[in-house]
């Protein structure tokens, strides 16, 4: 099945600075979606990007589909970005194969 | 606009019980339906996916299964819980036919004593 590998595992840092999260994955991609899990649990999608870059305020993502990697951007970060960011790549049907997440925790 | 809702937030059940988690969509007709699950740790498994009524696939061989008697719910039962059904439960949607659209319901963390 699909692979998706996530880098770095967790991710500390202070309001204000940046950070790039990677999405590496096994097979070639026509649904590749990034989320944002905050500390209660809800998912919310951040992203729809099977190629390209997209931006939405601070946060930007870029998919290199020829090199089976995806970046996401958060650019000034605040502490309500804290929580787990997941990628996941779709196959039939929609079904989503998820990394296992980055843990960020972001302090004032 | 759509929305959807999972119900209960939590759930304390002892071995051996049975369960019933439900899902609604609101908003929308004929939505490609699934059930996830999120264990201590991470990652999220597919369990089931459907995408009409009356038809569901099963990701994973386990003691849960799941059914959609109408088209916009979706239900994860279980006839007897084991303590290995630990876990958070989510629920989510998109429209299907090739148009993108992921949304996942708040969850139900459940804990089996």
């Known amino acids: 099945g699909i692979q998706v590998e996530q880098s770095p595992p967790d991710l500390i840092l202070q309001e204000g600075a940046n950070s790039t999260l990677r999405c590496n994955f096994s097979?070639?991609?026509?649904?590749l979606q990034w989320f944002h899990q905050n500390p209660w649990g809800q998912l919310i999608n951040l992203f729809y990007i099977p190629s390209g870059t997209k931006q939405n305020g601070r946060l930007s993502a870029t998919t290199v589909a020829t090199e089976r990697y995806s970046l996401l951007y958060i650019s000034s970060s605040q502490t309500t970005d804290s929580g787990v960011y997941f990628c996941?790549?779709?196959?039939?049907?929609?079904?989503?194969?998820f990394g296992q997440g980055t843990i960020l925790t972001v302090h004032p | 606009s759509q929305t959807i809702h999972q119900w209960p937030a939590t759930l304390v059940q002892p071995v051996g019980s049975p369960l019933s988690l439900e899902c609604t969509v609101e908003?929308?007709?004929?939505?490609?339906l699934y059930w996830y699950r999120q264990a201590a740790g991470r990652g999220l498994q597919l369990l089931f996916y459907?995408?009409?009524?009356?038809?569901i696939s099963s990701e994973v061989p386990q003691n849960l299964s799941a059914s959609r008697p109408q088209d916009r719910q979706f239900i994860l039962s279980s006839k007897k819980l084991l303590l290995s059904d630990s876990g958070f439960y989510l629920c989510?949607?998109?429209?299907?036919?090739?148009?993108?659209?992921?949304?996942f319901g708040s969850g139900t963390r459940l804990t089996v004593v």
């Open positions: 459907s995408v009409g009524i009356g038809q």
């Open positions: 989510a949607w998109d429209p299907g036919q090739g148009r993108w659209g992921y949304t």
């Open positions: 097979d070639s991609v026509n649904n």
């Open positions: 908003g929308t007709s004929n939505p490609n």
């Open positions: 996941a790549l779709g196959t039939s049907y929609g079904k989503l194969t």
